[in-house]
Each structure stands twice: as C-alpha cells, then as structure tokens.
T-cell receptor, first 113, second 114 residues
Framework: NAGVTQTPKFRILKIGQSMTLQCAQD?????MYWYRQDPGMGLKLIYY???????DKGEVPNGYNVSRSTTEDFPLRLELAAPSQTSVYFC????????????FGQGTRLTVV | QKEVEQNSGPLSVPEGAIASLNCTYS??????FFWYRQYSGKSPELIMS????GDKEDGRFTAQLNKASQYVSLLIRDSQPSDSATYLC??????????????FGQGTILTVHP
C-alpha cells in the first residue's frame, strides 16, 4: 500500500544543473499536485493536474515544468537550478471531485548551492 | 488579497484550553475546505474536511464554515501537547477554469504548553 511515492528524498544540486523530481501514486487518483514549502511557511502550489495530459500552473510555476503522460506519474522538472529553489517539495494526489482529501508524499528536500 | 489567509501566529495555549484557528479565502468558486496538521519535518495529514455551511465535529476537533463570509475555522478542545504542530488551511476549487486546484494558507504554528 504505497500511496504517494516521491524520489529522491534528499538532493543537492549545483547552480545551473537540472533534475527531475519523481512522483508516483498507486491509488488511481485523477488529481495530482506539486508544492514547495520554504522554512516556516505554508505550501505554495507550483503545478497541478486534473488528469493525464492536463496540467495547469499554480502560484509559483516559474523555473519548473511538469508533464502528466499517465494517471500514476507526475514528474516535476527543474531547469537551471537557482538558490531560490532550495526548498522542500511535496507531491500530493486526490480522487476526482471537490469533496476529496489530498494525500501527500514524504517530500523531497532540495538544496541548490 | 492572498487566496487563502490564516490568522497570524504563533499561537500558544495552555494544556486543556481551546485553540482557535481561523482562515479566510478570496475565491468564490471554492467549494471544499480542509484542515491539515503538519509536524516538523513531516508531511501534512488531514484533520478535518468541511463542505457545507455550519459546524462539523470529530472528537476534540470542530470545523466551522461560513461561505457568505468566506471564512473557515478549526477549534481544538482540551488541547494536548501532542497537538503542537503547524495547522494548514486548504481550499479546493470545484468549478470554473481552476477546478481541482487546491490552495493552502501560510499555516499557523500552535504550541500547547503543559
């Protein structure tokens, strides 16, 4: 019963490098989300998806890209990493519809140096 | 105005007291409301969800929703030290061009002291 799985758990990147944060869910959820959380702050929505092939920008999409080719996977791509992208990244998913809670992965702690 | 705004913290209450957490939202297509608890270094976990105006009770927790005032709150009765955490208000859009969008507030840090 894996739920939402994020990889890696920790990563250090150098400025200008690129990487992909992986997120997979095995609950057949339609909706998936990517958030970042800076120290002492709430969750800021980066991108979200309401189904395979459909993605939308959240509050802070600059510097990130996503794709949703399958229901299960929702990878987040960082191009040209910057120190401002140092954060904890959470992936979440929920069933279709408004009255459904989101389940979270364990997070990826990313440091850009 | 931010989409989802929580009362500024941190909030400190004595053990056994009632903790009151508040949240306002700006988007009128918002239909579903959630309270999550997050312990330091952990992922958020759902405490309560509420979809209709009024109160919803679950054990020591009561969520209150007033859609006309665009206001949602969480009351924690008989607060325990184990309730010390960050509480996050979340709002989900169920219509319009942003359906499915789930937006969080900035969180309120609650400390329950013995």
């Amino acid at each position: 019963n894996a739920g939402v799985t994020q990889t890696p758990k920790f990563r250090i990147l150098k400025i200008g490098q690129s990487m992909t944060l992986q997120c997979a869910q095995d609950m057949n959820h339609n909706y998936m989300y990517w958030y970042r959380q800076d120290p002492g702050m709430g969750l800021k929505l980066i991108y979200y998806s309401v189904g395979a092939g459909i993605t939308d920008k959240g509050e802070v999409p600059n510097g990130y890209n996503v794709s949703r080719s399958t229901t299960e996977d929702f990878p987040l791509r960082l191009e040209l990493a910057a120190p401002s992208q140092t954060s904890v990244y959470f992936c979440a998913s929920s069933y279709y519809g408004g009255n459904t809670e989101a389940f979270f992965g364990q997070g990826t702690r990313l440091t850009v140096v | 105005q931010k989409e989802v705004e929580q009362n500024s913290g941190p909030l400190s209450v004595p053990e056994g007291a009632i903790a009151s957490l508040n949240c306002t939202y700006s988007d009128r297509v918002s239909q579903s409301f959630f309270w999550y608890r997050q312990y330091s270094g952990k992922s958020p976990e759902l405490i309560m969800s509420i979809y209709s105006n009024g109160d919803k009770e679950d054990g020591r927790f009561t969520a209150q929703l007033n859609k006309a005032s665009q206001y949602v709150s969480l009351l924690i009765r008989d607060s325990q030290p184990s309730d010390s955490a960050t509480y996050l208000c979340a709002v989900k859009d169920a219509g319009g061009t942003s359906y499915g969008k789930l937006t969080f507030g900035q969180g309120t840090i609650l400390t329950v002291h013995p």
